[in-house]
């Protein structure tokens, strides 16, 4: 039992975030292991989104922090005072949290394979050729090898979706991030994409997503979390979670889903 | 003489002019171009209301006066000053100013009709602003920009004429010595009519095939 007191590869400590007099965040903290798959769940406006964006710091929080293993992310000690990281310095430290966006955000000037291989080349430095080895490699994984020289616009959502799923893999994270992954997606294109992401769990990859795909999560995620109103109200093993919600609120949000995807 | 001859004798002297003209242009689309470029950037990703301001007050100034007027303040208000620029170079520096603000608001266009998401998508493979800038933003805003832009060039190289009023030497300052000189008024002036025409419609088709490649390459 040596891994009793392994330690978070993640740390979420104390996260708040407000726009304005609207506080979206108000005091979350999480931990997650070196792969492990932990699933945010909630209601629209419940925050999901924003804690995740906070953690790889496309969002400023406006307090608390986040330290994948012993660094901070997105801020550094000044003397006393903790200072924001320009987005220079915060660049590396992105390589390390990747990101996939409900909207995949392609870059549509720019074919698959360059799509996947320009952070290796550019944020990496790495030798184009090796890059390029690297982005087939990942394309493989997300079974698109033989689209890597397409333009994003000839392919489908689930196809996009799966190239932005490779170009997280090109960077070597250390966690990936799964913004709402499927909820842009035709219906008939969510199941590609979730295969995908379900394969890269049973690799051991540590992963956060925040989804609406409630049976998924259960099936997938080690972990829940059920977010609500800018708190978590409620995390465990995703099948208990899921299955015997103790809280209210909890209950009411899974029924809501239970009918709305029957 | 016939018209013929005159018209075969006036078109070296035109063309001299149209050089000068070309010249101009030229020098003016580069420096206009950089101009515009680093004033669009700056006007997207600063968060100073002060910058902000201060380019918006430039671009309006520049757009909303006449380019002869800045031309004449370069030409005769530095040399009242005790700066003498040679005509050709006020008429660079003139037409430059007035280009880099339409310029900016071309290429600021272009940026801004990118979705943020292109922007946070770099950011997330750990990209810095720079390198955003340069692989993302920018190959796909200028291609965005191309038609804008070809306007203002084909504008840019008509408005090469305004120079004739500080004297540079160019097609319609040429022109106009040799109408008072020969009275040809028509010929010479139909002639310079052409010559324009030469110049300006071949760089139109060009940025039409330009537009059609890029449109077709993605």
């Known amino acids: 039992m040596s891994n009793l007191v392994e330690p978070a590869l993640l740390r979420v400590c104390d996260l708040y975030k407000s726009y304005g007099d609207l506080e979206v965040l108000k005091g979350i903290s999480l931990e997650l292991k070196a792969g492990e798959t932990l699933s945010l769940i909630g209601p629209s406006g419940s925050g999901k989104s924003t804690c995740l964006r906070c953690i790889n710091y496309l969002e400023k929080p406006s307090r608390g922090e986040i330290w994948l293993g012993d660094e901070l992310i997105g801020q550094a000690r000044d003397g006393s005072r903790l200072r924001l990281l320009s987005d220079r310095e915060m660049a590396p430290q992105r390589l390390e949290i990747a990101m996939v966006f409900q909207l995949f955000y392609l870059w549509p000037h720019l074919n698959v394979r360059d799509n996947v291989a320009l952070g290796s080349i550019k944020a990496r430095g790495m030798p184009r050729k090796q890059a390029y080895e690297l982005a087939e490699a990942m394309l493989e994984k997300v079974h698109l090898r033989h689209k890597a020289d397409a333009y994003p616009e000839q392919l489908s959502g689930g196809q996009q979706q799966r190239v932005a799923i490779a170009r997280a893999l090109a960077q070597q994270p250390k966690v990936i991030l799964f913004d709402e992954p499927t909820s842009a997606l035709d219906p008939e294109l969510v199941g590609e994409v979730l295969a995908v992401i379900r394969e890269l769990a049973e690799e051991g990859r540590t992963m956060i997503m925040v989804t609406h795909e409630v049976r998924f999560a259960r099936d997938v995620a080690d972990r829940v979390i059920f977010m609500d109103g800018g708190h978590i109200v409620e995390q465990g093993p995703s099948a208990q979670v899921i299955d015997t919600p103790s809280h209210e609120r909890t209950r009411s949000f899974l029924g809501r889903m239970a009918m709305e995807q029957a | 003489m016939s018209s013929l001859q005159t018209f075969f004798g006036l078109l070296p002297l035109l063309l001299s002019g149209a050089l000068t003209a070309l010249e101009i242009a030229l ?12 004033l669009a950037v700056w006007l997207t990703f600063s968060r ?13 100034w520049m757009r909303n006066v006449p380019a002869l007027a800045h031309l004449f303040l370069i030409y005769f208000g530095l040399s009242y000053l005790g700066i003498n620029l040679p005509a050709w170079l006020a008429a660079i520096v003139g037409l430059s100013l007035v ?13 801004q009709s990118l979705h943020v998401g292109q922007y946070e998508a770099g950011l997330a493979v750990g990209l810095t602003r720079v390198q955003i800038l340069a692989n993302i933003l920018l190959p796909q805003s200028l291609r965005r920009s191309l038609p804008a832009f070809a306007n203002y060039v084909t504008q840019l190289i008509k408005d090469t004429s305004i120079a004739s009023a500080i004297a540079v030497p160019e097609i319609m300052f040429l022109a106009r010595n040799l109408v008072t000189s020969t009275f040809q008024t028509s010929l010479i002036y139909f002639a310079v009519m052409c010559i324009y025409a030469a110049m300006i419609l071949p760089i139109g088709l060009g940025f039409i095939r330009l537009e059609r490649h890029w449109g077709s390459a993605r």
């Open chain 2, 99 to 111: 280009g880099s603000a339409v310029l900016c608001d071309i290429f600021r266009a272009g940026l």
């Open chain 2, 48 to 60: 100073s209301r002060l910058v902000q301001a201060g380019i918006a007050c430039f671009i309006e």
């Open chain 2, 27 to 38: 020098c003016t689309l580069v420096l206009a171009s950089i101009g515009g470029l680093v």
